[in-house]
């Protein structure tokens, strides 16, 4: 299968949050505020061909059409820890949808994903959608296995909502799910010898937590 294509935001509201948090300097505070903003970019991006319905609405003036989401199953599933940080702007657009949560802590010499920890509702039909939040795509195992879990628990339209992505994260996500697409605000240069992405941002899950 041809692989979705990944959509990298090339928009200067984007550009300008990206190079903030970046910064090495940027406060965890702001970190998390700037990291909001971007998700609601990447949300709109993302979420362009949510299924609506037609409804009659009036206004003020008169009577019209008007469309409301009709996507009763709506699943966000962050990975831990920091694809949380993503959560509240996710929630901020999509009120009603449920969460379902993964552990995965990146083995530091290895970089092999090792999940600990899985909370998300079994998918009933196929219909429902699962979007998956992780602020780093580095070597890609830790997203590829996300979503190879998403699967098992019979989940077949999956997206990934990402802030920072490697060439190499992106190939290997592609290769190994040519049928979910990724969102991200930033295609960088490559990997470092500690599977770090380069620029990127550091730890991301330190930034936004503020242990570093
Ligand atoms: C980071 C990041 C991703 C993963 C990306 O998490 O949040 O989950 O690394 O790397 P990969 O593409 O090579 O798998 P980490 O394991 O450091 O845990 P944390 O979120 O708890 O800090
Ligand atoms: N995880 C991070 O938080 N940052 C990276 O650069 C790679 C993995």
Do not use: W
Not at 88 to 93: C, K, P
């Amino acid at each position: 299968m041809r692989g979705t294509m990944t959509t990298v935001l090339n928009h200067p509201l984007v550009a300008h949050r990206v190079t903030l948090m970046r910064d090495a300097s940027t406060p965890p505070k702001l970190f998390r505020e700037l990291v909001n903003e971007v998700t609601e970019f990447l949300a709109y991006e993302a979420l362009r061909d949510l299924r609506v319905r037609q409804i009659d609405v009036a206004t003020p003036v008169a009577k019209t059409r008007g469309a409301k989401i009709d996507e009763p199953r709506i699943v966000i599933v962050p990975i831990l820890r920091a694809g949380m940080g993503m959560l509240d702007a996710m929630l901020g657009v999509l009120p009603y949808a449920r969460v379902g949560v993964l552990g995965m802590q990146r083995n530091e010499e290895t970089a092999e994903p090792v999940p600990y920890y899985a909370k998300v509702p079994e998918a009933r039909d196929g219909s429902e959608l699962a979007i998956v939040t992780d602020p780093m795509l580095a070597t890609g195992g830790s997203a590829c296995d996300a979503v190879a879990q998403l699967k098992k628990l019979g989940y077949r339209r999956i997206r990934f909502l990402n802030l920072i992505a490697a060439p190499e994260g992106i190939a290997r996500f592609e290769r190994e799910h040519p049928d979910v697409a990724v969102f991200t605000a930033a295609r960088d240069e490559r990997l470092n010898e500690r599977f770090y992405i380069v620029p990127g941002l550091g730890d991301a899950g330190d930034r936004i937590f503020g242990t570093l």
